[in-house]
Structures are given as C-alpha cells and as structure tokens.
C-alpha cells in the first residue's frame, strides 16, 4: 500500500456541474459539496503489456462494477484497464474522478469531495474539475506523483442518441506522466523534462531519456556503477525500469518516479518502426543495452499517448565520451544546478543571463555536462569571446532573443495534435525573430569573421521555414483556444472569409433578404421573423398575403404559404430557405474550414520540423553565448587558457555564487584569491580557522573548472587550466538515514569513490577528511588519504583539515604546499581576513565561532577551561617524527626504561580464574596502591604508557 501525500492548498473555486455520477442522462445537474478526507491509494499489477507500467501493488479501492449504470459501468471497464492512474472520466464540462480516485485527488490537491448517486448501496464519492481549468489542477496531481489518464468525450449527446447507445461513447486519450507531459502550466521552462529508460544486460546498463516537449533524444551504454552519477547529472522527471533495475540502490532517491516496465522483445524493430527505417546504423553505434533502453523510451511514450508519438530527434549514442565526469556527490557538493536553500543560489541561478526558456535549458545542459576535450571547448569560447568583444552586437541579439517563444515544445505539441493557437504563433514570431538575428550576425561591420559555431548558427537561424505562410494565415490577436475561434486572418482564405461574414452578419442578410422579398413581392411592409419551427417566415400582411396568393412570381420567389394568422400571413420561398439553411449552417460551416485551414498550418510546420528545430536550438545556443559575454563583461571575468599538461593556475579568483549573494544583499565586497597547483605544487593542503572560508575555497576552484570546460568565461584575473577528466568534490556532511548509512560512512564512501576513480588528469577537493570519527582514528585516515593522493593518484588536489598534524609531511612530501586561511586577532577576537597565504594556521578558532553562533557564555567558558588543561597537558607530549609513519613513533623514556611499570607487570601476573574473593580484593587493592605510585610520574608518561599499550 502507498500513502500518497498532499500539501494543503487553497481550495479551488466551485462551478456549475456538467455531469451527475449517479445517473448519467442528468448531465448538467447540480452536486451538493462535502468535505474531504486523505485516503490510503493502492497501487495495482497491471497486465503485462508491451512497455506498459507494471506496478508493485497489492489491489485497487473500487467495487465491483454489477449493477452500475451505463455511465458508471463505462467508468469501471476504463478504470479497469487504467488502475494504477487517477482517471479523469469527462462528463460535459467537467472532468470527473469516483470512489478512490476522487478521494485521493480531493486529499491532494484540496477540492471538495461529493458524494452523488449510489453503487451497491453505498453513495458514490466524486470530485471534478472543470475541463476549460484542467491543467492547472493536472499539474498539482502530477507534482504530487499521480499518473493521471484522460478520458475524453468522443461524440456528443446527439450522436449517442442517434446510435441508440445507452451513453456517451468515451475513450482514454493519453496518460499524463511527469516525464510525458507537454503543457506549459505542467512544465518547467528553463528545464527539460527527461523520460529515463534503463536496460541492464548483466554486463553493463542502457540508457537512453528522451524529452517529449523538444523531442531531444539521447543513449549511454554505462557501467552499473556510473548509474548514479548519470541521474545527478540528467535530473530525469520519471524512469522506467524492468523489475531487476529498480531496486538498485543509486535508484533510491528517485523512488516515487519509477514505473515498472517490461522490455522489448525485439528492440531494434521498434526503434526502426518509429523512425520508419530498416537499420539504425544511419543514426550511430549502439549498444545492445541501449537500443533495449530507447525501445522501452518509445514503448512508454507510445503507451501514455495512447499509440502516437511526437517529433523526436533520432537517439544520438553519448557514451559519455568527451564529458568531465563528476559523480553525484560531487554535483550536489557544487550545487551546479539546485542549491540547498534556493534555486538561486546554485551556479546556474547565479551565472544565468539568458532572456529565453530554451535558452536557459541549454545552458543548464551545458553545466551539467562539461567537456572534457579542448577543441570543443576552445570553439565554445571563440563564440564566447567574439561577443565580449563585440557590444553592439551582443545588445542586438540579447533584445530579438528577449521574449522569444519557445519554438521547440510548440514544434512538440504540434506533432500531438494537442496544440493552441499560441504554438502556431509562437512558430511565426520564433522564426521571424529568427531572421532578424541571421541578419544581424551577417552584417556585424568592423568584426573578425564569425566564429565557426556562430556561422552555424547563422545559417541555421536564416531558414525561413513556413514563417511567411503563418504571418499571412495568423490573425494578429488569437483566442485562447482553437474552439473559440478567430484563428484566421481576413483575406486569407475566400471560402472561409464568406462563411465568417454569413455567420457574423446574419442580421445584415436577413435585411438584404427583406428588400429583395417585399420588391419581388410588391409588400413595402413585409417583414421576415424567425419561428422555432420552421426557421426565418415573410411576414405579411392578412390583404397583401392573400393577393400575393392570387399573383405568386416566379423563380427562387415564388411564395410558399406556411401560416395564417388573424392579421397576417406567413410566407417563406426557395431562396429564404436557402438562406435559413445556410444561416443555420455557417456556423458550423465555419468552424469546420477553420479547423482544416488550422490543420493545414500545422502539417507545414510539422513538414518543416527539421528548419524549426534547427532554428530553435541556433535561437538557444546564441542566447548562452550572449548570455556568458554579458556576465563576462559586467564580472570582469576573463577566458581560461586551457592546456593539455597538469596545470591549475588563476589569480584574483571568486565564487560566483557566493560573490553574486552577497551583490544580492548589498554585503561586502568578495575578497579574490590565488590558486596554483600546478606541476611542483600540486597537492595544497589548506589549514585554518572554521568560518574563515575554506570551503568556500574548495568550491571555488572547483567550480572554475566547471565553468572552463563547460565553454565559459571564469570569474578572475587571469586562469591557465589543465582540462580535468574527473572531478570530485567532498565538502560538507551529510549522512543517509533512509540507506543506514551514518555520516562517516557516507564520507568514507565518498573518500573511496576518490581514491579508487581519481587519475593523474583529475582535480580532487577534500573538506576535513577523518572529522567523523575518533580523533587519532581520523587523523590517520586523512594522513593516508593525503600520502595516497600525492603518492599513487598524483593528481591536482586541496585538501582542508583541522588536523594540524598533517603539516609535517610538508618535509616528506615534495609536491604538497601549506596554506592557510588568514585572520587577524584584535582586541581579544579574531578577524576573518577570508584571503589564502602561504603557511599552516595556529589553530582552529572553534570556542570563537561557538561563540558567535550563541553557545551561552557558560558552555563557551567551561570550554576554554579544558581547552588549557589539554594544551597545558599535551606540552609533555612528542611531536610527529618526520623519519616513522604517525603512530608508530617512538614511546617517550620512562623513568626506569629496562623495568616495566610496576602496575602493569602485577596485573599481568594475575589470574582470575584462581583467585578467590578474599585474594582477589587484596588484588584490586595492591594494584590501587601501584597505580598512584605510577601516576606520581606525571601526566605525560602516564598518557605515554597508554598510548603505547
């Protein structure tokens, strides 16, 4: 059983109900609300079918369905085939949801539950929502994890009586999913929404996430144990998995986005089949894991689309070769793309300057994974660069960009048919801003030519696909939706434009009628009336009708006497008839040449899905560079120079989060430091007091790494970077309850991931390894993990501790450097400075950072206390010997070196298997008196004969 959860909301405003649960033929009846109450859902197995969901449940909460009504009957033999969905079941204009459905709904997303009609005796719950309204409550059901099949009206009440059909006819046209959805109100803009499919052969995994909404499509064949760092690095919005792969323990944080699926049974065949291909060797190499994972992709897009499939690039194999690889520890220690506390305060809220959706899409894209290869990156930059320099240009672009539609999920809702007048719009304006921006790129006067990515860009940006069409077609102000109307532009199409008139201007040709009839007729005061019965009648006059009975003209005119009356006579003829026909009939006329002119729009720019697409992402790609040069330009930060060899060398570097914080809060100023752990140097081992900014430190230069190799500019003077094929960053600490996992079990984990995945060409960032344990424990930890990294994996690395110890391989170890956190002591505080210098710090500060964050002055003066007992008692102790590993120095002389203490060797003499009580209390006792003789020693032999036992 599963407790779906719910965030209470305010309640959703009530309208006139189009349906009756109870009984069907009521549509339109009033329901009397109630209140709500959280219900415990279900979730059923399903029937296996082909890439359909197979849910691990126990059962479904509805009755059985004998003795329901035709409506409620339909419901069942839907709900049946949908169980582990909310089913919303159409009833007129509403949507409505029964038994457990309604109840779970109403708990979610707080609307009021009802309870109308009975089934088997007991009344039936229901709740709805209006269909005009639909996506907004859709979207708070898919955010709380439902899956939500639509059941749609597929005839009207009119049809259904024609056919003699006790109701409605209704079928379910699509599932809706966090990873299938194309609506804007249930989409992030300025992130993709990613459907993940995984396949596992026993030998390695297949992946392959495809995004609905642009129709991006990607593959990876990977090992089992990069799963993990490929979720934290895609962010999928749902995942589909065979059984074998979903208890996987990197899929435990994504839990409630797994639906379980059976594979393909011939995976190649459905891939071709969709692509309507006979071999994927046009599209690239592909593992046999990953064409069974982008098989199983479309199976569920299929299935949730009730058989069709959207516009979807070919699926181009990733392989992740040419990307900077980083786990996900790692990108959740660099906040990349999600902050701890705010979306704002990760790199991507701090860096973004794009003015567009998809923009902003690719650059989040482009920081989740950078490169790892120079030539890409390098061309990145060029474009970069070329924007720094060129303002004007830069201005231009930024302002066609600003307010851009976002041509790649209008091109996606298109290719479903479930499209708005507003998509079409957005097609049209999209590429006219297009060609605006070629034009510009084309003509920049006084530039070096355009880099090759920009040239690209250009030339894609310059197609102009069905743009002309559309701007002639397109209405300048559009409705809502396309059954409202008004989609058309006058003159654009004859026949529709003479429908429009005859149903806008009926009064205007009832008028005209009325002329024609009473000249044909001779009867100045006739006049045309419309009856319920028999439509639009000539009125005339009791004498005028009767002499025109006597003398009918011919032709279309000729009367035809429909009714009498004690002063009149009612008349109609051949062309009033025609006319009532058609009056009676544009309407409907209308709408359906609207509707196929709108068709007739929508195969163009599907038929130019390619040009659209091409354009859409040319549209993305410019708005990052323009982007990256703007934050370039107003930062001050400069282009990285990258090299093939080990080196790491910037100076006057920031943190661009923090640095943009404290710009938010109108704080101080960020103080910029150097960094250099190039060849000679490449090991840092940073020391100094808590608050003093070594973390800050660690992830700084981390995240210039990120920021170079994803193509960008960094924040600094000057950067010569050695391009990083891993980068790991360990900083901060968590544990994992929900995985038993205790907070130093989680950074050992993490600690072993580094040293067993890290090379020469990688860049490792270490916040006080060993913290979580017992002191000499940790301190040996860090001590070995420290010689591992400058001994064995000889990559670039900065390693922060608290253990002051350490600094004494700074003799042993040739390529580790000292540096420590700088502060300023001050009238009994201390000051921090938050620069990087050379050297080891004195000690920790932590009673002062206590004190700062309001430990009460008791706790922190009894601290202080111990604290000089300890150092007062630590003074008699050895330090580190520079010539033995730690904790195998030499024992400090005892007093008699050739003697063994006294205590000791009675103690080992004893056995208490032989002792009696009496002998074994004189025991204790002598062994008391021995042990305060050997504490008379001192505390620092005694301390000395315990460490060396």
Not at 32 to 58: H, I, M
Not at 151 to 165: D, G, I, T
Not at 450 to 457: D, E, F, G, N
Not at 735 to 761: C, H, K, P, W, Y
Request: a neutral charge; aromatic letters at 4%.
């Amino acid at each position: 059983m599963t407790l779906y959860p719910w965030v209470m909301e305010p309640p959703a405003p009530d309208g006139p109900r189009a349906a009756d649960a109870g009984n069907p033929s009521a549509e339109g009846a009033p329901v009397r609300r109630a209140g709500r109450k959280p219900v415990v859902r279900a979730e059923p197995e399903d029937v296996p079918v082909e890439g359909a969901p197979v849910p691990r449940a126990e059962g479904v909460p509805v009755p059985r369905a004998e003795g329901a009504t035709p409506a409620m009957a339909q419901w069942f033999a839907i709900k049946a085939e949908h169980p582990d969905a909310l089913l919303f079941f159409r009833m007129g204009d509403f949507f409505e949801m029964f038994f457990g459905d309604a109840e779970a709904a109403a708990a979610a997303i707080d609307i009021a539950l009802t309870y109308r009609g009975e089934h088997r005796g007991q009344p039936i719950p229901m709740c709805g929502v209006p269909a005009h309204a639909h996506e907004s409550y859709l979207a708070r059901l898919i955010r709380r994890g439902f899956r939500v099949a639509i059941c749609e009206q597929m005839e009207s009440l009119e049809e259904s009586k024609a056919r003699r059909a006790p109701t409605i006819r209704r079928e379910v046209v699509r599932i809706v999913t966090p990873g299938t959805v194309t609506e804007e109100a249930l989409l992030e803009a300025g992130r993709p929404a990613w459907l993940l499919a995984l396949a596992d052969d026993g030998a390695s995994i297949g992946a392959a996430w495809l995004d609905v909404s642009t129709g991006a499509f990607q593959t990876e064949a990977l090992a089992r144990a990069g799963l993990a760092a490929l979720l934290a690095r895609i962010e999928p919005a749902e995942i589909v998995a065979p059984e074998a792969l979903a208890d996987d323990a990197a899929l435990a944080p994504f839990r409630t986005l797994v639906a379980i699926t059976l594979p393909s049974a011939d995976p190649v065949a459905r891939v071709a089949d969709a692509y309507a291909v006979v071999s994927l060797d046009g599209f690239g190499v592909f593992s046999a894991p990953e064409i069974a994972a982008a098989a199983m992709a479309l199976d569920y897009v299929r299935l949730t689309q009730a058989g069709v499939l959207p516009r979807l690039a070919p699926p181009a194999p990733q392989g992740g070769r040419g990307l900077l690889q980083m786990d996900a520890a790692t990108r959740r220690s660099l906040e990349i793309l999600r902050g701890e506390r705010s979306a704002r305060d990760s790199l991507l809220g701090a860096i973004d300057r794009t003015v567009t959706a998809a923009g902003a899409r690719e650059l989040a894209t482009r920081l989740s994974a950078p490169l790892a290869e120079a030539g890409p990156i390098v061309a990145r930059q060029d474009c970069v660069a070329f924007l720094h320099a060129a303002g004007e240009l830069r201005a231009g672009l930024r302002a066609a960009l600003k307010g851009a539609p976002d041509m790649a999920r209008a091109l996606g809702r298109l290719s479903l048919d479930r499209f708005a007048p507003r998509d079409l719009a957005a097609i049209r304006d999209g590429l006219d801003r297009a060609g605006r921006m070629a034009e510009s790129l084309r003509n920049a006067v006084g530039m070096p030519p355009l880099p090759p990515l920009l040239r690209a860009a250009a030339a894609s940006l310059a197609e102009p696909g069905p743009q002309p069409e559309l701007a002639r077609a397109l209405a300048e102000a559009l409705p809502a939706r396309l059954e409202d109307g008004g989609l058309v532009a006058p003159g654009y199409d004859g026949e529709f434009d003479a429908l429009r008139r005859l149903r806008d201007d009926a009064r205007g040709a009832i008028a005209a009628m009325q002329m024609e009839l009473a000249r044909a007729w001779g009867i100045a005061s006739l006049k045309i009336r419309h009856h319920q019965q028999f439509g639009y009648l000539a009125e005339a006059p009791l004498a005028a009708g009767e002499a025109l009975l006597r003398q009918a003209p011919g032709g279309v005119h000729v009367a035809i006497h429909r009714q009498t009356m004690a002063n009149a006579m009612r008349f109609t003829c051949a062309a009033l008839a025609d006319l009532d026909r058609k009056l009676s009939e544009a309407g409907e006329r209308a709408k359906q040449r609207e509707r196929a002119i709108v068709q007739h729009l929508r195969r163009l720019c599907l038929d130019a899905g390619p040009v659209i697409a091409a354009a859409a992402d040319a549209m993305a790609e410019c708005d990052v560079y323009a982007a990256a040069a703007e934050i370039a330009v107003a930062g001050g930060w400069c282009r990285p120079e990258l090299t093939a060899r080990a080196e790491f060398a910037v100076t006057a570097a920031r943190h661009p989060v923090v640095e943009a914080a404290l710009a938010r809060a109108r704080g101080p100023a960020f103080v910029p430091n150097d960094g250099d752990l190039s060849s000679g140097r490449r090991l840092c081992l940073l020391t100094g007091p808590n608050m003093a900014g070594k973390s800050t430190y660690l992830r700084q230069n981390a995240l210039l790494v990120v920021l170079a190799q994803a193509g960008f500019f960094v924040p600094a003077a000057s950067a010569t970077l050695g391009i990083v094929d891993r980068l790991f960053s360990r900083v901060g600490a968590s544990d994992d309850l929900a995985g038993g996992r205790s907070t130093f079990m989680v950074e050992m984990s993490e600690t072993a991931a580094i040293l067993n995945q890290a090379t020469e060409r990688s860049l490792v960032v270490l916040d006080e390894v060993g913290r979580g344990t017992a002191t000499w424990d940790g301190l040996a930890i860090a001590w070995s993990v420290l010689e591992a990294l400058h001994d064995r994996i000889r990559c670039r690395a900065i390693f922060a501790t608290h253990f002051h110890e350490l600094t004494a391989l700074a003799g042993k170890l040739p390529e580790l450097r000292l540096a420590t956190m700088q502060v300023r002591e001050w009238r009994g505080s201390v000051v921090f400075q938050h620069s990087v210098g050379p050297g080891a710090a004195e000690k920790s500060w932590g009673l002062h950072v206590a004190r700062l964050a309001g430990v009460p002055r008791g706790v922190v003066a009894r601290a202080e206390a111990v604290l000089r007992a300890l150092e007062q008692r630590a003074r008699g102790l050895d330090p580190l010997s520079d010539e033995l590993p730690l904790f195998a120095r030499a024992a400090a002389p005892l007093p008699s070196e050739a003697a063994e203490p006294p205590a000791l060797a009675a103690l080992r003499a004893l056995d208490p298997d032989t002792l009696s009580p009496r002998e074994a209390q004189e025991a204790l006792y002598r062994l008391k008196s021995l042990a305060e003789s050997t504490s008379a020693l001192g505390p620092a032999v005694a301390d000395t004969i315990v460490s060396r036992e």
